[in-house]
């Protein structure tokens, strides 16, 4: 391997909205158009019952709780994460949907505190209060100086990458995707003159894999991100797991997957790193039973380091986290095992094996 390591900071699903927004400083109106649920107090409330009362003393880095520490402590040189909210006030919700995710502008400061360098919004929920609810998103983040990928106000704008310089002679092209088998409706795809995601389909992904090929041939280090996959299950669908071999082929150093609830195989390819799903990492889903015996309550940090100079896979820091009160903490020892045993089990066939690594797991290839 050539160069010195760059290290990116990957996560899962950040939901910053319903019940997690009612924690912060400006919430909104907490009438939420559920089926079931019409309040989003009521998911703060669940998360009570299992675990004990929210402190009321909270301000805009509550649901990160141990995050900010550990992320200054390993110091990546990017930052990327999923924004799987809204950043609206408007009401008008889209009918059809099961739920809704928004949270108020103001309470942006919430999401800064991760000190994001690529927010990405190709998921199903970034316009679940229609196109104007993705302008005020848009809007919102720009005037936060926080840089999107995968959504836009037209397919140009959310096609385009994101550049990064992690460091002095590194460029970092960040993509943002969303495939349709993580829910994401087909007239939400962003199109020459009309609002959206940045959607994979006929005429989306041949030109996107040109683009990510461009940029290499051009010396970047290349990361598509991308909302794919069901919530629950551990292998990934063949045709999820073929969409990121397309990439990887086409020349991404990483496919950042997300969408499953819970963390999901990691895979390598031509020495390059697959992560089929990340899992959560910030929610209001701490209370909602179901499928406990997936551990959705744990939660990992990624922490991916490649060789600079052709981008291969050196390894990857995983730190585990579990919510509690809805706050992010570090997990016990015992749940860490849980975590290892099961990556390790369902990582392996895809040619990744997960250690023990002092504080934290260590996930590399196998051979």
Known sequence: MGGEPVSVFLCGDVMLGRGVDQLLPHPLDPAIPEQYVHDAR??????EDRNGAVPRDRGFGYPWGDVPELLEAAAPQARILNLETAVTCHDAFLPGKAVHYRMHP???????????????????????YGRRGLADTLAALSAAGLPTAGA???????????????GPDVRLSVFGLAAESS????????????SGVHLAGDDTLPRLLTAVAERKRAGDLVVVSVHLGSNWGYPPARSDRALAHALVDAGADVVHGHSSHHPRPLELRR???????????VNDYEGIGGQEHYRDDLRLLYLVELDAGDGRLRRVRLIPLRSRRLRLERAPAQDARWLRDTLDRV????GIRVDPGGDALMARPTA
Do not use: E, F, K, Q
């Open 42 to 47: 009521v998911y703060v409330a669940l998360a």
């Open 106 to 128: 103001d309470n942006l400061p919430a999401l800064a505190v991760a000190h994001p360098d690529v927010c990405v919004l190709a998921n199903n929920h970034v316009l679940d």
């Open 152 to 166: 836009g106000a037209d397919l140009g704008t959310a096609g385009a990458p994101v550049t990064l310089r992690p």
């Open 183 to 194: 829910g994401v409706p087909r007239d939400w795809a962003a199109t020459a003159g009309r």
């Open 271 to 281: 020495d390059r790193l697959v992560l089929h799903g990340c899992g959560d990492l």
């Open 347 to 350: 990582s392996r066939p895809y």
